[in-house]
């Protein structure tokens, strides 16, 4: 793609420039100033398609900004207005934030850009892959400033609503990008600068959204990009880091179960990625079905095989499953000195694993009700209101993580089979004490279990 001048239409003229640096060497007010006047000339004299700006390469766009306005313009975006915004409801910002890999990195990126973002005025940024903004931080009046740009959570960010835009160009061209002033292309956002780089997940490389500091045209340095693409980088082996921590939990835990195993087998995470493995060479990661169940499966590569579940995995029996193993038996105990806890006993041996509060309160009242509860139900078991289902369906998907192969849903509840036990405290009072949830409240009061009606 060129950067050679752009009419309405996407038409090409005059020579291709040299790529060149938005800022000089000298960062200076006056500096920023001539470049912005500069950078307005060639928006204009670019989106009107005068042809004499081939003459002086220096007033056409950069590559990547040329390449992002001819986006804009084959997408109908005007440069007086953006596309229409439809942005996230607080219940779908929710659910992606919960879902969101970044959000384990999030101190990490506050961390290592809010302190700079809010003493320049600034503000931080954080999207979805798709170009949502899913967390806003920084200087206060600057976020005022961006509310007047719809700039807030929720938001739509990419180039087919706004232009060019370091966030939305960044998102197609895969690496940091810096949109200074009039390289925007709506005029509206010329008095912004904003510097953004991509993250990716460290395991497969898949774009996972990104992270951007903007602020007003005058506040911005030219190492501004340097810091961003930095941090970046930072989380990203944060990812890296908790990701081969997972694994070795897992492996610890997988070791004595494929210890006592005949022939070939794997333990895997939640993704398929491979913790330990027996009789076999092992593979980098394992197709596993999208909602993966304990029992017979068909995987690729390996053909029949039977799925146990392990604690924050699968235990992957490979060959032909012996016919009906017996079911888990699941113990739920809330009365124990080391508090509450749940243990899982099938075929593969036995695991135990300690429960959050809430977890033990989402346990507990799925004990109850062995024909499942909707996220509705257990929303107004946990919080007495029946709209919080975006937090019941989050917590949960935590909760499976561990308990995949004993855990079903539509609707919630213990999957087929399985034998639960419910060990509760000698005395009502005691029962997950510091809980506030109506269902639990309603237990004690009554000295007994859940209530299933």
């Known amino acids: 793609m060129s950067d050679r001048p752009i009419d309405r239409a996407g038409a090409r003229t005059g020579a291709r420039p040299t790529e060149r640096p938005v800022f000089g060497a000298v960062h200076a ?43 804009a313009l084959d997408r109908g975006v005007d440069p007086e207005r953006a596309n229409d915004q439809h942005p996230l409801t607080m219940a779908e910002l929710e659910f992606r934030r919960q879902k969101s ?81 009039a390289e925007h292309f709506l005029r509206s956002h010329h008095q912004w600068t904003c510097a953004a780089a991509p993250l990716h997940d460290p395991r497969d490389g898949r774009l996972l959204g990104t992270v951007d500091v903007s602020g007003p045209a005058y506040s911005f340095h030219p190492t501004t990009l340097a810091l961003v693409s930095a941090v970046a980088r930072l989380a990203e082996g944060e990812l890296r880091t908790r990701h081969h921590a997972s694994l070795g939990r897992l492996r610890s835990s997988a070791a004595p179960v494929l210890a006592r195993i005949g022939g070939r087998a794997l333990a895997v995470d939640a993704h398929g990625w491979t913790a330990a493995v027996t009789g076999m060479t092992p593979p980098d990661r394992v197709a596993l079905p999208k909602e993966p169940a304990a029992g017979p499966v068909w995987l690729p590569r390996y053909g029949m095989c ?97 308990l995949a192969g004993v855990l079903a849903h539509r609707p919630y509840r213990f999957a087929d089979g399985v034998e639960v036990e419910l060990r509760l405290p000698t005395r009502a009072v005691e029962l997950l004490p510091h809980s506030t949830a109506p269902t639990v409240l309603a237990a004690r009061r009554a000295g007994t279990g859940p209530d299933p009606g």
């Open 29 to 71: 007010a006056q500096d920023i100033r001539e470049t912005a006047r500069r950078l307005a000339g060639v928006h204009e004299a670019t989106l009107a398609g005068d042809h004499l700006a081939a003459e002086a390469p220096r007033d056409v766009p950069r590559t990547v900004i040329g390449e992002s306005w001819r986006r």
């Open 101 to 181: 890999q970044l959000a384990s990195v999030l101190p990490v990126l506050s961390g290592g850009l809010l302190p700079t973002a809010d003493a320049a005025q600034q503000i931080m940024v954080v999207t979805d892959a798709e170009g949502r903004v899913l967390w806003r931080d920084g200087s206060a009046p600057i976020r005022r400033m961006a509310d007047r740009l719809g700039f807030d959570k929720g938001a739509d960010w990419t180039e087919g609503v706004v232009g060019t835009n370091a966030i939305g160009t960044a998102l197609v061209a895969r690496s940091p990008v810096l949109v200074h002033s």
């Open 306 to 402: 039977t799925l146990e579940p392990l604690p924050g995995g699968w235990l992957i029996r490979l060959g032909r499953p012996e016919p009906a193993p017996e079911p888990p038996r699941v113990v739920l105990d809330l009365g124990g000195p080391g508090g509450p806890a749940v243990t899982v006993a099938g075929p593969a041996g036995s695991w135990s694993h300690a429960l959050t509060p809430r977890h033990a309160e989402l346990l507990f009242v799925l004990a109850a009700h062995p024909r499942g509860r909707s996220a509705a139900e257990l929303a107004r078991d946990l919080f007495g209101d029946g709209g919080r289902t975006v937090t019941v369906r989050a917590e949960l998907s935590r909760l499976r993580r561990n």
